[in-house]
């Protein structure tokens, strides 16, 4: 069965510092990945997804993401972090050509200090 | 613009009662979900349907139910079974064309209080 860990339930960060957030996944084949963002009370948006290629993936808003197959992981990071990145963010994994569902983790919320 | 149209924002029930949140697409997708989202607990999935006339039970079905009569539509009925209804609830699509790939696209979601 597949399986996402986000280790860190809760992130401070000063705003212009730089971010990473981590995610483990757990998948026996190739797998899909995945990097939500959630403001308080809405819905989720899509920041950056990995298929295939380049292990080091550009998103919206200045995120990148690299897969690591070795290490199962697909950390979430960006250079120089804005008031207005302080959300939830969730790492998600399905399985590659499959019709599987998604599996969430449980999220890290990111608190921004000005 | 294409997208998932939740409604209502907001429900309040009192307990016994049945109510139906409603979910609509016009992304021309195929699978539709509904999640349900606790504090700490991310996102898990109650119902999911990948064809018109077919859905399946999630991880955590009871309570719930579904249907799924247009491509479009796909409500979810919380029923006065589900022990613990308060909660964000999430409806999902996905199915882009010439693959899905499982990215899902989300409504902006449905706040239930019990009161």
């Known amino acids: 069965a597949q399986s996402v860990t986000q280790p860190d339930i809760h992130i401070t960060v000063s705003e212009g510092a730089s971010l990473e957030l981590r995610c483990n996944y757990s998948?026996?084949?190739?797998?899909?990945l995945f990097w939500y963002v959630q403001s308080p009370g809405q819905g989720l948006q899509l920041l950056l997804k990995?298929?295939?290629?380049?292990?080091l993936v550009q998103g919206i808003k200045g995120f990148e993401a690299e897969f690591k197959r070795s290490q199962s992981s697909f950390n979430l990071r960006k250079p120089s972090v804005h008031w207005s990145d302080a959300a939830e963010y969730f790492c998600?994994?399905?399985?590659?050509?499959?019709?599987?569902?998604?599996?969430f983790g449980t999220g890290t919320r990111l608190q921004v200090t000005l | 613009d294409g997208g998932i149209t939740q409604s209502p924002k907001y429900l309040f029930r009192k307990e016994g009662q049945n109510v139906t949140l409603s979910c609509e697409q016009n992304l021309n997708h195929d699978a539709m979900y509904w999640y349900r989202q606790d504090p700490g607990q991310g996102l898990r999935l109650i119902y999911y349907s990948q064809i018109v006339n077919d859905f399946q039970k999630g991880d955590i079905a009871e309570g719930y139910s579904v249907s799924r009569e247009k491509k479009e539509s796909f409500p979810l009925t919380v029923t006065s079974a589900q022990k613990n209804p308060t909660a964000f609830y999430l409806c999902a699509s996905s199915g882009g064309r010439p693959m899905n790939t499982g990215e899902l696209f989300f409504g902006e979601g449905s706040r239930l209080t019990v009161l």
């Open positions: 998948y026996g084949a190739t797998p899909y």
């Open positions: 990995y298929f295939s290629g380049d292990t």
């Open positions: 998600a994994v399905v399985g590659a050509g499959t019709a599987s569902k998604l599996t």
